[in-house]
Nanobody, 127 residues
Framework: EVQLQASGGGLVQAGGSLRLSCAYS????????IGWFRQAPGKAREGVSC????????YYEDSVKGRFTMSSDNAKKTLYLHMNNLKPEDTAVYYC????????????????????WGKGTQVTVSS
């Protein structure tokens, strides 16, 4: 069974940085899409970054391009989201999620259809 656990959120001033971590387990093979999603109060969930395991391509939501980078440490079975130059509009609960399917579709759909979700971690950016 796929399990995901996100951590690393917190309160940071605008312009600051945070690194989120997502410990994962239970993947039977490559091909799963895995990524980060977020939901701000009163807003729909949106994709932040997503890739298919074993693939070299990572997709990012337009507003985070150039500021956020997703990486993984396969030995530690951990997915990271490095967030730089944070803005107040990045304030949200961030989730890591995984599912069978295309990473670009999952990013654009806000993770619709992704089967496995970790508990969220709150990121708050003060102005």
């Amino acid at each position: 069974e796929v399990q995901l656990q996100a951590s690393g959120g917190g309160l940071v001033q605008a312009g600051g940085s945070l690194r989120l971590s997502c410990a994962y387990s239970g993947f039977a093979s490559d091909g799963y899409a895995i990524g980060w999603f977020r939901q701000a109060p009163g807003k729909a969930r949106e994709g932040v970054s997503c890739t298919n395991r074993g693939d070299d391509v990572t997709y990012y939501e337009d507003s985070v391009k150039g500021r956020f980078t997703m990486s993984s440490d396969n030995a530690k079975k951990t997915l990271y989201l490095h967030m730089n130059n944070l803005k107040p509009e990045d304030t949200a609960v961030y989730y890591c999620a995984a599912g069978v399917g295309g990473s670009y579709y999952f990013l654009r759909s806000g993770g619709n259809g992704m089967r496995h979700w970790g508990k969220g971690t709150q990121v708050t950016v003060s102005s």
